[in-house]
């Protein structure tokens, strides 16, 4: 387990740092209070109590093979956090079920989950989900061999977690990191990280990450040829995991273990190593490292001469690997691009923004009104939008610093776009629930005069909820770059 911060109220906290140290020893017992208080919660009306503990509760089953258990009560969860107002909840439960899609390799979903939470962590300001959020989304390039992309998210995630003191994250970071180290070539700056997550693992008395960080560690003691080093580190992750109950990280560790089989010459424990980790990643759904094993099987059977063995072995592979690809597909393009007048190639959000870009000198010998209002149009058509509003600060018909003073601090201090996938989890949802578009999914941006801030742009969406993108966010600081020369 690890630490909520902030949990729901001081009294979770509390409750919640006596039931960890009960994990230690007795995770079954664990469990079995935290379900309780996830019960009690939810029955008494306290979303924010059960979404915690619930959070708390996938965070002690995940690395026992068991979120999908609570993937319909995770979902439940979300909806009433949406409901109540209670973002910080719903940001934990995007994360828990990015983590679930991820492991079954809906990379798709897994994205748009993890996205989600790390908007609604940036516009509240809530660094663990945050860092966590960009944690997975690192992942994801990882699962895609786009190592490098990958690592930067986790560089970025760094930064975030810097100077806090958090065990779990710093652990979980450091490995991911290595990781992205390992597999770009560079092994002292991998062995490196795997040693900071394995202190960070020990200094937090987390098992799942302390067995991992030997994983790594014998992986990068196999790519220096210390077969002994290997061997124990390799030893030592699976006796963990083993007596912890990851099935996870021991099919993970059972894929080095065949490795080390080989090197030594040992093809039949090559293949008892493969099919018990085969096993492992069916138990738990988890479509990765199954086509791992599968593949790995094929090539050992093939070896073996077992032509059949290996040939079936490569059709499941291949059958993964094809509905991993097909589950990482998005689910709609991310910005539709229009027809071009005429019949011609569809005009992509990017090209209109060129355009309207171009249209400055223009815009800047129009009246101000008439500019705006050219703006405001151009922005709905490139991003899809219903609306595109404008509010001043101070100024009739705009933000207030009387009647919407945290909104206004808020975009003082943040200075950049604010994702609102949801506009009920807004933070400030009920001082600017009487403003046009409130009740819309959309984005904020801060407008500025110079250091001052001017005031805010919303581009709202027709819906209550959308996933906006990266892609999004950064057209939409385009347009309000434009916005503040005709404000």
Not at 108 to 118: C, K, N, P, V
Not at 369 to 377: D, H, I, K
């Amino acid at each position: 387990m690890f630490t909520l911060l902030p949990a729901a109220s001081e009294a979770l906290a509390g409750t919640l740092g006596r039931i960890a140290q009960v994990a230690h020893r007795h995770p079954a017992a664990a469990d079995r209070l935290l379900e309780a208080l996830c019960a009690q919660a939810f029955d008494a009306g306290d979303t924010a109590v059960g979404a915690d503990a619930l959070y708390a509760r996938f965070g002690l089953l995940e690395p026992r093979g068991r979120a999908l258990e609570l993937l319909p009560a995770l979902e439940q969860a979300g909806a009433l956090a949406a409901a109540g107002h209670f973002p910080i909840q719903a940001a934990r439960v995007c994360e828990a079920l990015g983590r679930i899609a991820y492991q079954q390799g809906e990379y798709q979903l897994a994205g748009e989950q993890w996205s989600r939470a790390l908007d609604l962590a940036e516009v509240n300001g809530h660094l663990q989900t945050g860092v966590a959020a960009r944690i997975g989304l690192g992942q994801i390039h990882y699962a895609q061999a786009d190592w490098s992309r990958g690592l930067r998210h986790m560089r970025d995630a760094a930064e975030q977690l810097a100077g806090t003191d958090d065990s779990y994250l710093a652990a979980k970071l450091a490995l991911n990191i290595g990781v992205g180290s390992f597999e770009t070539g560079d092994l002292p700056a991998a062995e490196r990280h795997f040693s900071h997550g394995l202190a960070a693992a020990r200094r937090g008395r987390h098992r799942v990450f302390e067995a991992e960080a030997h994983w790594h560690l014998a992986r990068a003691a196999l790519a220096r040829q210390r077969m002994d080093w290997a061997v124990a580190d390799c030893r030592l992750a699976l006796d963990i995991a083993a007596r912890q109950g990851y099935p996870w990280l021991e099919a993970a560790a059972s894929r080095t273990w065949t490795e080390i089989a080989l090197a030594r010459g040992d093809n039949a424990a090559a293949v008892r190593s493969t099919r018990h980790g085969l096993a492992l990643a069916q138990r738990i759904q988890a479509r990765a490292q199954a086509r791992q094993a599968h593949l790995q099987l094929a090539q050992l059977l093939q070896a073996e001469g077992d032509a059949e063995g290996a040939l079936e072995h490569l059709w499941q592979h291949l059958a993964l690997q094809s509905e991993i690809e097909r589950l990482s597909l998005p689910a709609r393009a991310t910005l539709a691009a229009p027809p071009a007048e005429g019949g011609g190639a569809p005009v992509t959000p990017e090209e209109q923004l060129l355009h309207l870009c171009g249209q400055r000198q223009r815009l800047a010998s129009s009246p101000p009104t008439a500019a705006r209002a050219e703006l405001q149009a151009a922005s709905a058509r490139i991003l899809g939008l219903m609306r595109v509003l404008h509010w001043p600060v101070d100024q009739p018909g705009g933000l207030s610093r009387t009647e919407q003073p945290r909104y206004v601090d808020l975009l003082s201090r943040h200075g950049a776009p604010l994702a609102l996938p949801d506009a009920a989890l807004h933070p400030c949802h009920a001082e600017l629930a009487p403003l046009e578009g409130a009740s819309q999914a959309r984005i904020e941006v801060p407008l500025y005069d110079g250091a001052q801030l001017a005031g805010a742009l919303w581009l709202v969406d027709a819906r209550a909820t959308r996933a906006w993108t990266r892609q999004e966010l950064l057209i939409a600081s385009q347009l309000a770059l434009l916005f503040e020369r005709f404000a």
